[in-house]
C-alpha cells in the first residue's frame, strides 16, 4: 500500500508525533491551517469517513474520547474544532480517514 499514513504509522517517514497509543497517532500537519494543527489517524487503514462501519464504533469512541485528551495537551482544550473530508470532492486528499484538530 502506498498511503503516506500507513507510512508515518509505521515509522518510515519521520513526523512530528504528539500522541500515539496502540489505536492512533496524532501529529503535527506539515501544512498548518491554523497556529495548532494536528491530525488524527486511526492505525488501522480505513479510506474515508464514507468507509467506516459499525464495526469500527469502538475505534470511533476512543477516537472521540482521545480528542479532548490531545487538545489539553496541546493547551487548546477550551476552544478546538474538529475536521474530516470524506472524498476527493469534499477536500480530502489523504485517502486513510483522518481528523484535522485545530486551533480557533
Given at each position: 500500500m502506498n498511503c503516506i499514513f500507513c507510512k508515518?504509522?509505521?515509522g518510515s517517514i519521520p513526523s512530528a508525533m504528539v500522541y500515539q497509543d496502540d489505536k492512533l497517532v496524532a501529529f503535527n500537519d506539515i501544512n498548518p491551517a491554523a497556529p495548532v494543527h494536528v491530525l488524527i489517524v486511526p492505525r488501522e487503514h480505513i479510506a474515508s469517513a464514507a468507509a467506516v462501519t459499525d464495526a469500527h464504533a469502538?475505534?470511533?469512541?476512543?477516537?472521540?474520547?482521545?480528542?479532548?485528551?490531545?487538545?489539553?495537551?496541546?493547551g487548546i482544550q477550551d476552544n478546538f474544532r474538529v475536521i474530516t473530508n470524506s472524498g476527493g470532492e469534499a477536500g480530502q486528499t489523504v485517502f486513510h480517514l483522518h481528523f484535522h484538530l485545530q486551533s480557533p
Open positions: 508515518i504509522i509505521e469502538g475505534l470511533m469512541g476512543h477516537i472521540w474520547a482521545t480528542i479532548p485528551k490531545i487538545a489539553a495537551k496541546l
